[in-house]
Structure formats: structure tokens, C-alpha cells
């Protein structure tokens, strides 16, 4: 089993030990090549706003790094572990620059076959929102499921019991992370049909082979499909999604000025 952490830290700090004891966990249940990619090391060049990735395709980024080399390493993985520390309430900018520079996953999904772990880390406070937010952006990539690690590490020693505590509840996230990893059979959720059918009634709307082209040329071979690539779906679950799909789309009609 292939594990890759991605590092928001910018240093080897809380967010780095944390995930180190993370990594010891896991190793327990299976063989598990845990690797780790430090977004301070890579060559990852900060997003410059173009919307070509997404209107044009991922092909059309004018930036020329490392993007598709950690984007091939995510896609060889079976789990990747997005980490972060809070910084101001948010993920840290390193972070924070790698999930825009992947945003075209949001429109067109593909980790479709692997797991996200969420581990972030904090003084005191931001936790929820930083975790909240890592959670949408794996679930809109595609990714099957997300469990979250948030661990409180002040800047002050900590009584033995509270760090046993800690370790416990690591230890925990790395026993449910490894079950959700050896789980085989997966279908999709209300909010997962919801994001197919959205966005595919979107790019269906007579302008937007103009304006999200990628997306048009992405859901057009996906019309008489139930999701994104051949799982069992829940036909009741399916028909609300694409209700509401049908809804946005009507709504959008009603936006949209004609030329
Ligand atoms: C620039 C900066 C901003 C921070 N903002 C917050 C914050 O908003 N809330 C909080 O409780 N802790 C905050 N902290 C504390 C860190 O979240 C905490 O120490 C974390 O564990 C650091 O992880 P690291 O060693 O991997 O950087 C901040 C720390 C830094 C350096």
C-alpha cells in the first residue's frame, strides 16, 4: 500500500512530528511505503490567476514545474495525507498555492481511487475551519473518503497524560485511515452525484463549450452515464442529483446574457 504525505509546513515543525507519529501508526497494521513530498521543496510555482487549467485544461498552464510530477505521484498512491498547520485561521500559503494550482480537479475529479487523510495542527484555534476546508477539497477531487487528524500543539509543555492522549488519538486516525484504505467496494454519495450532475448540466448549458471548454469536452462522453466512470450507484439518490443538476442548469439559462 502506497501512502504520500503532502507537507504544507514550510518548516519541519508540530505539523511534521504529528505526521511522523502518524506514519509510525499506520505502519503497524501493513507493509506501507509511507513517502513524503515538503511543498517547500518542490518546485511549484505560485498560480497566476489565468483560468486556463480549467476553462482550456489542465495542458494550457503557462507555468512550467513540478505540477504533474506530484499530481502522477498522488494518482500512483492509494492514500494521500494532506497536511497543514494553522496559519491565521487557514492552511498554510504553501498549501494553499498546490490545492489552486490543482483546482481544475474540482471541476473534472479524478482520485477516484484513492483515500485523503487530514492532518493539521494549531496553537489553539482554527482547526475546524482549516479541517472543513481540506475536506471539500478532497471530496471535490474525487477522492473516495477523508479522515481527519486535528491535534492542538501549544507552544508550552504538555502533562504526560495529555500527550499519551494525543498519541492515542493519532493512533486512532491511523487504525481508520488504514480500514478505509483496505476497503474495496466504494459507491457514491448523495454529495458525490450531486457534484457529477452539477457539473455536467453546467457544462451542457449552450455557452459553455466557450467558456469551461475542458469541462464541455470532460462530461460530454458522460451524458447517459451515472457517475463519473462504471460503480453501482443508488438510482434514488442518482434521480435527486439530477434533478438538482437540472435545476442549476435552468437557472443558469436565466443568468446567462445572449450575444
Ligand atoms: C504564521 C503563523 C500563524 C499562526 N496562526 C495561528 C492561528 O490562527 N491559530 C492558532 O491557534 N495557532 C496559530 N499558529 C500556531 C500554529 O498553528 C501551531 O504552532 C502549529 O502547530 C505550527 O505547526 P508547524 O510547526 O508545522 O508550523 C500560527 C503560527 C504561525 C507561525
Known amino acids: 500500500m502506497k501512502v504520500l504525505a503532502i507537507m504544507g ?5 508540530n505539523t511534521y512530528k504529528i505526521t511522523q507519529q502518524f506514519e509510525e501508526n499506520l505502519k503497524k497494521y501493513d507493509n506501507v511505503d509511507f513517502n513524503y513530498l515538503f511543498l517547500r521543496e518542490s518546485n511549484l510555482k505560485r498560480c497566476i490567476g489565468c483560468f486556463n487549467c480549467i476553462g482550456i485544461g489542465e495542458e494550457h498552464c503557462p507555468l512550467k514545474d513540478d505540477r504533474d510530477n506530484i499530481l502522477k505521484q498522488m494518482l500512483d498512491s492509494n492514500g494521500v495525507v494532506f497536511t497543514s498547520p494553522v496559519y491565521m485561521f487557514n492552511v498554510t500559503a504553501l498549501m494553499k498555492n498546490f490545492i ?23 496553537g489553539g484555534m482554527g482547526l475546524k475551519q482549516v479541517n472543513e476546508y481540506l475536506k471539500s477539497v478532497a471530496s471535490t477531487w474525487g477522492f473516495r473518503s477523508n479522515t481527519v487528524l486535528g491535534v492542538i500543539t ?19 486516525a491511523a487504525k481508520e485511515f488504514y480500514k478505509k484504505l483496505s476497503k474495496s467496494n466504494w459507491s457514491p454519495s448523495l454529495s458525490n452525484l450531486i457534484q457529477f450532475t452539477a457539473f455536467r448540466a453546467i457544462a451542457d448549458v449552450e455557452c459553455m463549450v466557450d467558456v469551461l471548454t475542458a469541462d464541455y469536452n470532460f462530461y460530454k462522453p458522460l451524458n447517459d452515464k451515472k457517475f463519473y466512470f462504471d460503480v453501482k450507484v443508488n438510482p434514488i439518490k442518482y434521480n435527486i442529483a439530477n434533478l438538482l443538476g437540472g435545476l442549476i442548469k435552468n437557472s443558469l439559462r436565466k443568468t446567462i446574457k445572449k450575444e
Open 9 to 13: 509546513s514550510p518548516h519541519k515543525g
Open 100 to 122: 489552486d494550482r490543482l483546482a481544475y480537479n474540482g471541476h473534472r475529479p479524478q482520485f477516484f481511487k484513492q483515500d485523503a487523510m487530514i492532518i493539521s495542527t494549531t
Open 154 to 172: 501549544p507552544p508550552f509543555k504538555l502533562k504526560d497524560k495529555i500527550i499519551k492522549k494525543k498519541h492515542k488519538e493519532v493512533a486512532k
